[in-house]
Structures are given as structure tokens and as C-alpha cells.
Antibody, heavy 118, light 108 residues
Framework: EVQLVESGGGLVQPGGSLRLSCVASGFKLISFEMNWLRQAPGKGLEWVSYSSGFGSPIYYAESLKGRFTVSRDNAKNSLFLQMNTLRVDDTAIYYC???????????WGQGVVVTVSP | SYVLTQPPSVSVAPGETASITCGGNNLASKSVHWYQQKPGQGPVLAVYADSDRPSGIPERFSGSNSENTATLTISSIEAGDEADYYCQVWDSPSDHWVFGGGTKLTVL
């Protein structure tokens, strides 16, 4: 079964860091473009970052550049999101999703909750 | 940056047809994808590449894209179609994914 499973969320204080993981099963990560997205409570979907199959190029939403870093370990079929200097407004459900500009995001993880609070 | 505009809400009676629009400059030059998100659940791809349906999505869901407006059409509306719907495109000049603000579909 094709599946994405995120982990690593939790409660962190402002200024702290978290590293999210997204493990793929049922397909080879290296063959697909991958994305991180987030959804703040009661808000819409916000794209966070893009990673091509081989890990480059990588793109970020303008508001997150410099604080968030995406990486992947294709040997472990895993995608990561390192989040630094977290702010209260980074509180959201974070999703990883597989897809590209032609087919959209056809596989989504279940989402992981990140709460940034004093 | 590229902007996609959706109506905040659409209401329709059961059995009727719902049309959800997504506006953007020269949108017809881009490939538009649509997602359905039911309360408490993650998004699901409903239509991709303007008008194609993933496997498992009912034929009641269809899409079109012309000039500056893309439309998601859901026919024979059912109570289970009540959800938030988002349009999405890849903006090549900025190398960014862009989402519309979402439309809440209410089944009366």
C-alpha cells in the first residue's frame, strides 16, 4: 500500500526547534517530488517546501526561508523538515505529500501536530 | 506573487449541482488541481490537471479551466460532499505552489 507516515510533532516553546519525519512505503521516494504543507487551526492549506526526487532543487515559501530546511534520505525512503526558531504562528498540522505540477498531490500523510507555545 | 481567489462559501441543496470557482491571472495557462478536505480529515485530491479524476473519485466530480477561471463542478450533491475545497497551481516564475483560500461547501 502506498503510504506516508509523519512523526516528530509536539509542543515546543517559541525559539525552539523540531525535526519532522515522513516515511514513505509502497513506492520509492527517489522517484517522486515531495512537499511539506501546513494548516494552522481553522485556516487553509499553506505550502511550506518542495524537494525534487534527487533532493535538488529545493524551494521554500518566502516567509519560511532561513528557518526551515528540508532534506531527504532516499535510502531510508524518508523526508525531513528541520524547523528552527519556531514562532507561535508556526502552530499547525504539518503534512507531507507526494506530487508534481502535472498530477497534483496524490498521496498525503496523516498529518502531525506542531504546537508552539510558551 | 501569484494569487488564487475562491469564494469563501457555497451552499447547495441535495441532488443539485455545486460550482466552485478559482480565479487567477491567465489561469488557463496553468494546470489546476482541486482538493477535498472533510472536517477533521486530511486533504484528498479530487481533480488534477484541470479536469482529470484520480481513481476512486466519483464521476460526479468534474473540472474545467478557461481564461482566468477554473471551476470544480459537483453534480447530484450528497450530504457527504460537505467539505472544504481548495484549488492549487504551480507558479513557475516563483517556483512556488499556490493554494486558493478554500471554499466551504454546505449541503442544505
Amino acid at each position: 500500500e502506498v503510504q506516508l507516515v509523519e512523526s516528530g510533532g509536539g509542543l515546543v516553546q517559541p525559539g525552539g526547534s523540531l525535526r519532522l519525519s515522513c516515511v514513505a512505503s509502497g513506492f520509492k521516494l527517489i522517484s517522486f517530488e515531495m512537499n511539506w504543507l501546513r494548516q494552522a487551526p481553522g485556516k487553509g492549506l499553506e505550502w511550506v517546501s518542495y524537494s525534487s526526487g534527487f533532493g535538488s532543487p529545493i524551494y521554500y515559501a518566502e516567509s519560511l526561508k532561513g528557518r526551515f530546511t528540508v532534506s531527504r534520505d532516499n535510502a531510508k525512503n524518508s523526508l525531513f523538515l528541520q524547523m528552527n526558531t519556531l514562532r507561535v504562528d508556526d502552530t499547525a498540522i504539518y503534512y507531507c505529500a507526494r506530487g508534481d505540477r502535472y498530477s497534483g498531490f496524490d498521496v498525503w500523510g496523516q498529518g502531525v501536530v506542531v504546537t508552539v507555545s510558551p | 506573487s501569484y494569487v488564487l481567489t475562491q469564494p469563501p462559501s457555497v451552499s447547495v441543496a441535495p441532488g443539485e449541482t455545486a460550482s466552485i470557482t478559482c480565479g487567477g491571472n491567465n489561469l488557463a495557462s496553468k494546470s489546476v488541481h482541486w482538493y477535498q478536505q472533510k472536517p477533521g480529515q486530511g486533504p484528498v485530491l479530487a481533480v488534477y490537471a484541470d479536469s482529470d479524476r484520480p481513481s476512486g473519485i466519483p464521476e460526479r466530480f468534474s473540472g474545467s479551466n478557461s481564461e482566468n477561471t477554473a471551476t470544480l463542478t459537483i453534480s447530484s450533491i450528497e450530504a457527504g460532499d460537505e467539505a472544504d475545497y481548495y484549488c492549487q497551481v504551480w507558479d513557475s516564475p516563483s517556483d512556488h505552489w499556490v493554494f486558493g483560500g478554500g471554499t466551504k461547501l454546505t449541503v442544505l
